[in-house]
């Protein structure tokens, strides 16, 4: 009888254990949102990636439609060559859809928003999108911000 | 002058021996475990008095942590308009940090300290050598499940700090501080990484686990075996195994964290 009750108890105490590791891996964590069912993909090379990180969201219209998987820089044209995951959910996207990087938030994480195309034909694995548009660096604008002011300035 | 450096010289060399004996100690430990699965109720038995008793002061410890770094957080957070990632923030220093380490100082407070205790009295009272006497190797009858079950009870225990941490967290911040409980999951799975911060933080608590327990048997087997002698084993499990888990969080965290070296 006590023998039993010290083996129910410790079974308990282990499952427990297990199911919050369950907890701290479904709803804690992101395992489950970051598996891409059947992903093809597709690069894009931008002039300057600004904060991009590996893992970051490719979205359309707002939508999470694929991650960033691999970013390197492309020594012949000196650009930075990003290859993105996109789920085969959203296969129809045209072919000369654009691709530009902007930042959730003032200060937030900067992702890939896709801008749809007109033409019939749809991207496929392995196809690099030609239109993009580098991320806005913040340091960069508050420079020319400066300069024009300065420039006005030695006008008056 | 000389009797100091003499001393010091004693001192060294005596806690050089002492890890030494640690060390055979783990290593007849590991070799016995086969042995062990003939007789898992003994391993059952241990698990049920070093993890089942612990839970009660790990569920409640959790509970209050959990909130009390909401709040912190919280009043922190707000200053930058960024309560929205106060899930995160809980949920972060949780599982890196504070799961593994305050599961590894409790269960060293609330178990290793009985551990010792145990075993150092049975040593004082000769019934470990009464044990030999009969040829039973006490190192596998009394150490190992005792071990054993240190090793498999320290995860669990982290993981369930961190999962009632969580839950505590939740609690204080949607229902008392009034954070949207959608935004307050969906910035914390943004940001928390399975491999990196789930998992390294029971990496951690394995290792807390396994030198916790290994200190807490190996304390009360090599005890003086007088009552001041048991005592001052309890003593220096206690203290050692809470300097040791603070120390090596600290250069795991530097092996598993840091970008920068290694």
Redesign the interface.
């Known amino acids: 009888m006590k023998r039993q009750f010290v083996e129910i108890v410790v079974g308990v105490f282990v499952i427990a254990g297990f199911v919050g590791l369950l907890f701290l891996s479904f709803s804690v964590s992101n395992l489950n949102s970051d598996a891409i069912s059947d992903p093809y993909q597709v690069s894009a090379r931008f002039d300057n990636i600004g904060g991009l990180k590996v893992g970051a969201p490719v979205t359309m219209a707002g939508v999470t439609i694929g991650r960033v998987r691999k970013i390197a820089l492309d020594t012949d044209s000196y650009q930075a060559n990003i290859v993105m995951d996109i789920s085969d959910e959203y296969s129809k996207l045209p072919v000369d859809s654009s691709a530009s990087i902007y930042t959730q938030g003032l200060l937030g994480e900067q992702f890939v928003s896709l801008e749809p195309g007109g033409e019939q034909r749809y991207l496929k694995e392995g196809d690099r999108l030609r239109l993009t548009q580098s991320a806005v660096i913040l340091e960069n604008l508050i420079g020319q911000l400066l300069f024009n002011n300065s420039a006005k300035g030695a006008k008056q | 002058m000389i009797s100091v450096i003499r001393k010091t010289g004693e001192f060294s060399l005596s806690i050089l021996a002492a890890t030494g004996r640690a060390a055979l100690l783990l290593l007849q430990l590991v070799v016995n475990i086969p042995l062990l699965a003939r007789r898992h109720?003994l391993l059952?038995?241990q698990?049920?008095r070093v993890?089942?008793l612990t839970?009660p002061i790990i569920v409640v410890a959790a509970l209050f942590v959990g909130m009390v770094l909401a709040l912190q957080g919280y009043n922190t957070l707000i200053d930058f308009g960024a309560e929205s990632s106060l899930g995160l923030l809980v949920?972060l220093s949780l599982?890196r940090e504070l799961g593994p380490v305050l599961a590894g100082l409790l269960f060293a407070g609330r178990a290793g300290a009985a551990l010792t205790a145990e075993i150092g009295l049975m040593k004082a009272t000769e019934q470990l050598a009464g044990m030999e006497m009969m040829a039973v190797d006490p190192v596998w009858r009394i150490l190992l499940p005792r071990f054993l079950a240190g090793v498999i009870?320290v995860?669990?225990?982290a993981?369930?700090f961190?999962?009632?941490g969580?839950i505590g967290g939740y609690f204080l911040g949607v229902s008392v501080l009034g954070i949207d409980q959608g935004v307050f999951?969906s910035a914390?799975?943004?940001g928390?990484?399975?491999q990196q911060?789930?998992m390294n933080g029971?990496y951690k608590s394995f290792v807390f686990g396994l030198l916790i327990s290994l200190l807490a048997v190996f304390m009360g087997y090599d005890a003086s075996a007088t009552p001041a002698g048991v005592a001052a084993a309890t003593t220096q499990t206690v203290v050692l195994s809470s300097l040791i888990v603070l120390a090596m969080d600290f250069s795991l965290t530097s092996m598993m964290f840091s970008r920068v070296m290694f």
């Open positions: 109720e059952l038995e698990l049920y993890g089942v839970l949920a599982c009870s995860p669990l225990l993981i369930l961190s999962a009632i969580v999951w914390m799975q943004q928390v990484d399975f911060d789930v029971i």
